[in-house]
C-alpha cells in the first residue's frame, strides 16, 4: 500500500461533542478496570456502598488520599480495603459520588487510582506488577504532552517504527458499519505502562466513499476514543485506507 508523508490526525470527541481528555469518565464500562498498571493516572469504578477490595501482588506500604473526601482504607498484607461513608439525611442514606485520587505504595511501585463511587456491587482491583515493558514506555514518555505522546505513537505504528516495549497482537476481525465499507481490525498496539492502545483498521470502499474521523466514533469499536488518524479521506473503488484509533485501555483484554 503506498503511504502519503503523514495521516489525518483528529482528537476524538467526547459523547458531549467536546474534545477528548485524561480526565474525562463518562465512557468507562462499570465492569472494566480489573487489572491497573503503575504509574499510570487510571480511573476506576468503586462500589459506593459496599467494601472494595484492592490487591497487591506483593504487599502494601501504605495508601495516601485525602481524608476529607468520606472514605476509610484498611491495609492488610497484600490487600487494602476501601469503604466510602454513608451519611443519613433524615431517613435517607446518601452515597458518595465524588472522585477521590488514591496513591497506593504496592511494593517498589506507585499506583495512581482516580476512584469512581457509583451504585454498583463491590469490586476487586488488581494491581499489576511492574514489568520491563512498562517501566521502558513510563521512561520513554516521562514529561512528554499528552498530545505529542498521542503524535508519537500514532507515528510509530502508522511507519511500522514499533519499539519492542509495545505489544502487538495481530488481529482479523470484520465489522459491519457502514454499507459498503468493508472494515476490518487488521492489529492492536499496546502501550504498556501508559494505558493506551492503537486499534489498526482497514477501510475498503466498493464506491466513490469519502471518510472523516467522526464515521469511526462507534462504540461498536471503541469505547475510549482520544485520537483517530486516517491515511486517505477519499476513497475510490477498490481502495484502501488505513484507520489508527487510539483509545485508552480500561482493562486487560477489554474492548
Do not use: W
Request: charged share 30%.
Amino acid at each position: 500500500m503506498k503511504k502519503p508523508a503523514s495521516p489525518a490526525v483528529a482528537n476524538a470527541p467526547s459523547a458531549a461533542g467536546q474534545l477528548a481528555t485524561p480526565g474525562e469518565y463518562s465512557s468507562i464500562p462499570e465492569d472494566s478496570l480489573a487489572v491497573v498498571p503503575p504509574e499510570v493516572a487510571t480511573p476506576v469504578y468503586l462500589s459506593s456502598s459496599d467494601i472494595n477490595r484492592i490487591v497487591c501482588p506483593s504487599y502494601i506500604k501504605d495508601v495516601i488520599y485525602s481524608k476529607e473526601k468520606g472514605l476509610t482504607v484498611k491495609i492488610e498484607g497484600q490487600n487494602a480495603f476501601v469503604k466510602f461513608l454513608v451519611t443519613k439525611e433524615g431517613d435517607k442514606d446518601e452515597y458518595s459520588t465524588t472522585p477521590t485520587e488514591l496513591y497506593v505504595l504496592c511494593g517498589k511501585e506507585t499506583y495512581n487510582l482516580i476512584a469512581l463511587p457509583k451504585r454498583i456491587p463491590s469490586r476487586t482491583i488488581t494491581l499489576s506488577g511492574g514489568d520491563r515493558k512498562a517501566s521502558k514506555n513510563t521512561s520513554f514518555f516521562d514529561g512528554m504532552p499528552f498530545e505529542k505522546k498521542i503524535l508519537s505513537i500514532i507515528k510509530s505504528v502508522y511507519t511500522e517504527d514499533i519499539p519492542d516495549s509495545f505489544t502487538v497482537r495481530d488481529e482479523d476481525r470484520p465489522f459491519d458499519l457502514y454499507k459498503g465499507l468493508k472494515l476490518t481490525l487488521v492489529r492492536t498496539v499496546r502501550v504498556e505502562g501508559e494505558g493506551l492502545r492503537v486499534k489498526e483498521f482497514t477501510a475498503q470502499d466498493a464506491k466513490n466513499m469519502e471518510l472523516s474521523e467522526k464515521d469511526f466514533l462507534k462504540t461498536e469499536i471503541t469505547f475510549s476514543p482520544v485520537a483517530i488518524a486516517i491515511d486517505k479521506l477519499r476513497l475510490s473503488p477498490g481502495e484502501t485506507a488505513r484507520v489508527l484509533i487510539v483509545e485508552r485501555v480500561m482493562a486487560e483484554g477489554g474492548n
